[in-house]
């Protein structure tokens, strides 16, 4: 990674891990192009693409011949190595990972530039909306449980709060290139899904302060595509093994009994939404997946499983997902048969839905 050089005037590194993105990589570009000033340098990097992403990227390029844009190009390795090598490169004080199908709202740049004048935070954390362009009518703007435009330092706080929100996407979250730096490399984990949700914790651990900017930054795009081609049981055991990899390491900095706390909390809802996604695999395989996830998730809680849950039902936001844990646990076969049904028929009609949408 490279050394920050406080007289760069760079203040900025904008990150874009890309692989056959043909058919949004112009949107997402041009939107980020159009803010960008000389505090701020845009870094591409091309996993290997076989469709014409390369081509479209080469030729934003030269389109805007003013902005400080680089293209690295590399053989494909998956996301996880482009976000490294991107970060090697990267020569800003602050860090904003962007994936190439999403959509930088306006304004944003603007904004975070304020904050940083303001506030010179170790991380801001951002809104973010959930963007369905085929069904604008779901679309949903998210916003954190963090208290607004205020540095926050105490890091119970920090943590607390972003274990409760749940949303551990890198790209809502600008670290300071230190704090990535601190982290040693590579920072995320190669060849794994859900790397973020491996790593977003593990950076905030190391802040000492945080201003939430209660803008919506980026629109999160939603594939109206088949499950199917998504979830698999390396997937599935992915899923559940990314928040695995974090306590250990939350355990060897000593967090607090809060922060456990809320941390085992976000390891139920994940291990029960991995659990429901498993039902779309054919039966044998999400059985097989089912068995050899559990382990992992008991191993991932701080406490045992009986106190968690017993914690999570006094909750009402809680309560549902503790009851459905449990019944996990337990075995219980009407959960097997109606998540079965559920899933199916949501399989079903996504695929409907799909085949309904006009082909671009």
Known sequence: MKPFVPDSGLLLSILV??????????????????????????????????????????????????????????????????????????????????????????????????????????????????WHPHAPHKDRDI????????????????????????????????????????????????????????????????????????????????HPVSITKLVSEQWCVDFVSALATVKPQLERAGVSAAVRAQFDVAVCHFYLSMIKSSYQLPRAAGAVVRRRVHDIFLTS??????QVLSAMARNLRDARTALQVQHVIDGNRWFHVRQSVVRKFKLWRRLRQTRALPRS
């Open 17 to 130: 891990p890309a692989y056959n993105v043909e058919r949004y990589i112009t949107d997402c570009l041009e939107h980020i192009l159009a803010q960008m000033d000389a505090r701020h340098e845009l870094i591409v990097v091309d996993d290997g693409s076989t469709d014409q992403t390369l081509a479209r990227i080469r030729a934003l390029q030269a389109a805007w011949p003013r902005c400080n844009f680089t293209l690295i190009e590399q053989r494909n390795s998956g996301i996880a190595d482009a976000r490294n090598r991107a970060l090697q490169e990267a020569g800003g004080e602050y860090i904003l990972f962007i994936d190439s199908d999403d959509r930088l709202l306006p304004r944003s740049l603007e904004v975070l530039g304020q904050a940083i004048a303001r506030d010179h935070p170790d991380v801001i954390a951002t809104a973010l909306r959930m």
């Open 301 to 306: 809680l701080f406490s045992p499983p009986q």
């Open 143 to 222: 916003f954190m449980s963090y208290a607004p435009e205020r540095p926050i330092t105490c890091q119970d706080a920090i943590l607390t709060s972003f274990f409760d929100d749940r949303h551990m996407y890198v790209w809502c979250k600008v670290f300071r290139r230190a704090i990535y730096a601190q982290a040693g490399t590579p920072v995320f984990p190669s060849q794994r899904v859900f790397e973020d949700v491996a790593v977003v914790p593990l950076l905030l651990q190391r802040c000492r302060s945080l201003v939430y900017v209660p803008h919506v930054l980026l629109a999160y795009r939603q």
